[in-house]
């Protein structure tokens, strides 16, 4: 059974940094396209960033320079270091992992860990 089990959320001030880990089921990861999005109150969920197994990475603008998105194979986790944070980066931050690369694909998702940036 594939699990993704996000660590690292929690509440921060403006300008504070926190890192998010993800820790996935060593089935799947070295062939998956990591990911780590995020669903703020009444917002859809959105991209932050995505890491593909070359290492080849894509950020969503708002967070294009303030996040850095990594993976460690070795270690079967991702990590997101979230620098400069602030209010509007509030948010549900979920880990997602996807590969084509099996008949069928497969799309999954963490439980989600909550990142609140407030004074």
């Known amino acids: 059974q594939v699990q993704l089990v996000e660590s690292g959320g929690g509440l921060v001030q403006p300008g504070g940094s926190l890192r998010l880990s993800c820790a996935a089921s060593r089935s799947i990861f070295r062939i998956s396209t990591m990911g780590w999005y995020r669903q703020a109150p009444g917002k859809e969920r959105e991209l932050v960033a995505t890491?593909?197994?070359?290492?080849?990475?894509v950020y969503a603008d708002s967070v294009k320079g303030r996040f850095t998105i990594s993976r460690d194979n070795a270690k079967i986790t991702v990590y997101l270091q979230m620098n400069s944070l602030k209010p509007e980066d509030t948010a549900v931050y979920y880990c997602n992992a996807w590969s084509d690369l099996v008949p069928g694909g497969y799309n999954y998702w963490g439980q989600g860990t909550q990142v609140t940036v407030s004074s």
């Open positions: 890491i593909t197994s070359g290492a080849s990475t």
